[in-house]
DNA sequence: CTGAAAGCGCTTACAG
DNA sequence: CTGAAAGCGCTTACAG
């Protein structure tokens, strides 16, 4: 039954127990040098008053944070609260706590986010979501984060980032292959794709494996729209309206993410346009709603649970000569929302 | 240009400056007994030299965290995640940041993160998500926060959670009758409820609103099932499988979160049941892809992102003697799920 | 207005 | 195996 009122110190387990709080510290920590009597009383005393170690007071005389920063672009959007789930999850299984930042997709708030998350003393800083086709903008980031590796700190990011750190990278040319081949086995042939900003990595790597796919088949690139759009849900209505307008023959649409997917289908919808009768949409990544959408959404799985848990265990493991590199797996889903190209359309 | 390798501390600001670490710390939290020009001074320096505050040594010496603790029960559920944005944002435009753990809806687990973030000596504590019926599982919690709260920790909840703490209550009385009295004007009166667990005092609230609206309306409480499950999707799946096959007259299916009602439309759609032609289907919160499911859903806006910033803008304030209490708005928004009561069911 | 010094609660060489 | 002591980087009375 732990007290209340000031928090119980080292000091008051040590006295307790008799011991030297230096003693008491090894104890509490299982490192060896004590005798297993002495510990295991230690450790008993301890788990009597309540005591829970002083972060800061340990981080400041060296020991480890047991504190991760994880930065996102926006946790309100679910593909980055899926990473997140999965990121908590391993931590609390590890005895680490998640510091969560918004970079809202802006590499200067990036970079001030991953300062706030150094001078916090984190174990461990990880970045998800996509990186910038730019890589000058990166540069300080990078900076920042060998510095921060070389005095014993460790970083993983999600994604294609021009960052010295390790990595998961998540199928993004796979997944647009597979989107597009798919859509092409179904007889499409116009086709037009709702991207999210050309500034980002993803975007890029997700585009070059559509247009991958599309030169197999002897499609031009020129013949498949790119509509550069936020890349959320109001992204997506706004470049299904777009498409709509400019390429009124398009069959099926490729969006960039699930949710830009929503927004196709909300503009469709909105317009009466039947899917997948007259018009095919397709998403990327699987977020868990995925499947309750009306029609249900055919996309690609990109394991956002899983990406979250692989790119905290990199983080957690000892540091290799230079940064690894990791993939992970991706599938292709078939739903309602994708169906045989229409014969003509009006 | 900062410099990398180990971090500047203010010691170094303080000499580069040309004075006691003292002055140097005064001039850069902005106390006054300092003169203007050399506080002026000192924080050119620091600025120049990229200085950061040790988060460790300030709140081991006594000053202020600037981190605050969120706990939710889930990141990944939309309506955790959005909350949790809303504390994101208005955290991130005071400069603080956001620890977030996971309660997983269990009181014990609940409790271990309270201990963990109050040893993070964080300056406020906040704590998402439903409250437990049996108040005995919080009274440790309770005692927790009381005393982290007497020695000038802050701590609020979203919820009713028999804590004393400031708290933002969410309409969930409200919010039950509202969605109640929609479908009854609708002319259904053979209605089923798909439940969270009966632990949960939101399960409890909304139930208590939804029963207020049936008396008035002269129905009696036996007469509507209250079936309890998961508060997921997949919770609501099987409520839906449950009232479906035990109560084959119902009309009117009120799920008690947005989440079981993807669920229940998930169940009815692959039964063939239409909504809402055959079954109604309403939810409760209006979390963002409430207006994407197809049909949309009908449902209760509760404000999610609105409550974060609501509950941490409270544990910012001062303290007031005894605990306050905000309620947040909430309006029925219908939509397509619900129609009017069929004249007979097979 | 400014500085020397104690102290926050720990960890870790360094002695024994 | 155990303990006394220094030190992590700050803040804040206490003197001047």
């Known amino acids: 039954m732990p007290r209340s009122g000031p928090a119980t110190r080292l000091i008051d387990v040590a006295e307790r127990a008799g011991v030297s709080i230096a003693t008491a510290s090894r104890s509490l920590r299982g490192q060896d040098g004590v005798s297993e009597a002495v510990a295991a009383h230690v450790r008993q005393v301890a788990s009597d008053l309540g005591y829970v170690v002083n972060v800061h007071a340990r981080t400041l005389a060296g020991g480890s944070t047991s504190i991760v920063g994880l930065i996102v672009h926006e946790i309100g ?4 609260s899926e990473i997140a789930s999965g990121v908590v999850h391993l931590a609390t299984a ?80 796979a997944a647009g292959e597979a989107i597009a081949e798919h859509v092409l086995s179904l007889g499409h042939r116009r086709i037009a794709v709702a991207a999210g900003s050309a500034a980002l990595t993803t975007v890029e790597d997700r585009v070059a494996g559509i247009r991958a796919a599309l030169e197999r088949h002897g499609i031009a690139p020129g013949d498949v729209p790119v509509v550069h759009s936020a890349f959320t849900r109001d992204g997506g209505q706004e470049a299904a309206e777009r498409i709509l307008h400019e390429h009124p023959r398009t069959t099926a649409i490729l969006a960039l993410n699930d949710v830009m997917a929503i927004g196709v289908l909300s503009t469709l919808r909105t317009l009466g346009v039947s899917v997948p009768h007259d018009v095919s949409v397709a998403g990327i990544d699987d977020i868990a709603v995925a499947a309750d959408l009306a029609p249900s959404l055919t996309t690609v799985r990109l394991h956002m649970q899983q990406l979250g848990e692989l790119v905290l265990s990199m983080a957690l493991k000892p540091p290799s000569a230079r940064p690894r590199r990791r993939g992970c797996g991706h599938e292709l889903v078939v739903r309602g929302s994708t169906g045989p190209a229409p014969r003509r359309r009006a």
Chains 1, 2 share one sequence.
Do not use: M, W
């Open 94 to 173: 590890r005895g680490l706590t998640v510091q969560i930042c918004h970079s809202g997709r802006d590499p200067v708030t990036e970079l001030s986010q991953i300062r706030t998350l150094l001078a916090h003393g984190t174990e461990a800083v990880l970045i998800a979501g996509s990186g910038y086709v730019d890589p000058t903008l990166q540069s300080e980031a990078d900076k920042e984060l060998r510095a921060f590796q070389r005095s014993g700190g460790r970083a993983a990011v999600i994604g294609r980032h021009f960052l010295r750190t390790d990595a998961v990278l998540p199928a993004n040319v």
């Open 77 to 80: 959007d679910p593909y980055f």
